[in-house]
C-alpha cells in the first residue's frame, strides 16, 4: 500500500490518496475525502489494463462534482422523502436537497467528509476509514461512529466492510457509488453492458424517485434481468417506472436472506470481457444508469461523462425505509452494532 498527498480542503484539512495492489494486477485507489474510490485498474481477457470508475484526478474534481462519484454515502444513502421522519415519537427535519426529498444524507454527507485512514496490519491490503458523524448532524439523531475497511483480496476482490455504532437511536444506510464502465471509464456508453440481478421483485416509485411501498415482481417488465441482458436493451421502453426514473433508478430487492454475503449481481462488457460481480449482505441494490450526467464533467482522461457512461449499482437499505415500516428496518439502536458488507469482485470472460 502507498500513500500520496492528495490535496487540502476549502477548510484546510489534509487529503491522502492509498494505493493498494495485488499480485494478479488489481490496483484500486482510495481518498480519505468522502472514502471515493477514485481509479480501479482491472484486466480484460487479453490482460489489459483499464482504469473502470469514473472520477477525476485531483481533489478539486471531487469537491466541485455534484453526482457521488465513487464516495461512501451517508448518513442516509438514496432518497428518504420530503427530508423527514420519525423516530420513538420524534419527528426528524433534513435538509432537502433533490426536488421535494433528501438525498445522500443532505448538504453535507459522508462523501464530503475527510475520513481518518489507518492500514491494517496482515495479509490482504486493507485500509480502514473512520468519520464520526456528530448528534444532529444534517439533522439525523445520535453521535455515529462510522468505520469502513477497504480490502483488495488475492481473489482481485474490493471488498467494503461497514460498521456502525451511535449513542442515540437514528437511521442509517451506506453505501459506495462507484460509476463503473468496464471498458475503462471514459468510453461514452456503458449500456452494451450485459447485466444480471439476483432479482424477483423491485421497488417500484413515484414521480419523485421515493418508493411506493410495494415490493413488484420484475416479471414481464424491463425490470427482469433475472437472465443476462444488454442494459440498454429496454431502456427507452415506454414503461412508467422508466419514464419516472429517466432510465433505470430502481432499487431491486436482492433475493436471499439479508445479513448473508450473497449474489446480488453481475456485469459483463462484451467487448473487452471484464466482469463484475456485486455480493452483498444488505437487502437492495439500486441500479442506477447514470441517467443525469450529461457531459459537463471531464473525467481523469480528459473526457466528458455522457449521460449512460456508466452504470452503478449501490448496495443498500431500500431508499426511503424510515418511512416505509414494511421495509428491512433502518433503524440502528442506540448500543447496538451495524454491519454490513458488499465485495465487488472482477474478473475477465
Ligand atoms: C440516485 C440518482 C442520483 C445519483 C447521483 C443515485 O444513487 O439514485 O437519482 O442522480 O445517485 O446523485
Not at 492528495?6 to 490496483?27: H, I, P, Q, R, W
Not at 477514485?38 to 469514473?54: F, H, M, Y
Not at 463503473?180 to 417500484?204: I, K, Q, S, W, Y
Not at 418508493?211 to 437472465?227: H, K
Amino acid at each position: 500500500m502507498t500513500k500520496q498527498p492528495f490535496g487540502k480542503t476549502a477548510a484546510g484539512e489534509t487529503v491522502d490518496l492509498y494505493t493498494l495492489a495485488n499480485s494478479s494486477g488489481v490496483e484500486v485507489s482510495i481518498a480519505t475525502y468522502g472514502g471515493t474510490v477514485t481509479s480501479l485498474k482491472t484486466q480484460d481477457r487479453a490482460g489489459r489494463i483499464a482504469d473502470v470508475v469514473l472520477g477525476f484526478n485531483d481533489l478539486d474534481g471531487y469537491v466541485k462534482a455534484t453526482f457521488y462519484a465513487g464516495a461512501l454515502v451517508g448518513r442516509y444513502a438514496n432518497r428518504i422523502a420530503k427530508g423527514r421522519f420519525a423516530l420513538n415519537g420524534v419527528e426528524y427535519t433534513l435538509a432537502v436537497n433533490n426536488g421535494a426529498n433528501s438525498l445522500h444524507g443532505g448538504l453535507k454527507g459522508f462523501d464530503k467528509a475527510v475520513w481518518a485512514a489507518r492500514e491494517l496490519p496482515g495479509g490482504d491490503p486493507a485500509l480502514e476509514l473512520t468519520y464520526v458523524s456528530q448528534d444532529g448532524e444534517e439533522g439525523y439523531p445520535g453521535k455515529l461512529t462510522v468505520t469502513v475497511v477497504y480490502t483488495l483480496t488475492r481473489f482481485n476482490e474490493l471488498r467494503i466492510d461497514y460498521a456502525a455504532e451511535t449513542s442515540k437511536d437514528t437511521v442509517l444506510n451506506l453505501t459506495n457509488h462507484s460509476y463503473f464502465n468496464l471498458a475503462g471509464e471514459g468510453n461514452a456508453d456503458a449500456m452494451d453492458h450485459v447485466l444480471r440481478v439476483n432479482a424477483d421483485r423491485f421497488t417500484p416509485v413515484d414521480a419523485g424517485l421515493i418508493p411506493t411501498s410495494e415490493l413488484r415482481p420484475v416479471e414481464g417488465t424491463p425490470f427482469d434481468f433475472r437472465s443476462p441482458m444488454a442494459i440498454g436493451a429496454r431502456i427507452g421502453q415506454a414503461d412508467e417506472q422508466l419514464e419516472r426514473g429517466c432510465g433505470y433508478d430502481h432499487n431491486f430487492v436482492v433475493n436471499g436472506k439479508m445479513g448473508t454475503l450473497r449474489d446480488a449481481a453481475r456485469a459483463v462488457d462484451p467487448k473487452s470481457g471484464r466482469v463484475l460481480e456485486v455480493l452483498t449482505t444488505e437487502p437492495g441494490i439500486q441500479l442506477y444508469a447514470a441517467n443525469f450526467l450529461d457531459g459537463t464533467a471531464i473525467g481523469k482522461s480528459g473526457k466528458p461523462y455522457q449521460r449512460r457512461s456508466a452504470f452503478c449499482l449501490e448496495t443498500q437499505r431500500f431508499p426511503d425505509s424510515p418511512n416505509h415500516p414494511d421495509f428491512p428496518t433502518s433503524v440502528l439502536r442506540a448500543g447496538q452494532k451495524f454491519a454490513s458488507t458488499t465485495v465487488f469482485q472482477f474478473s475477465a470472460a
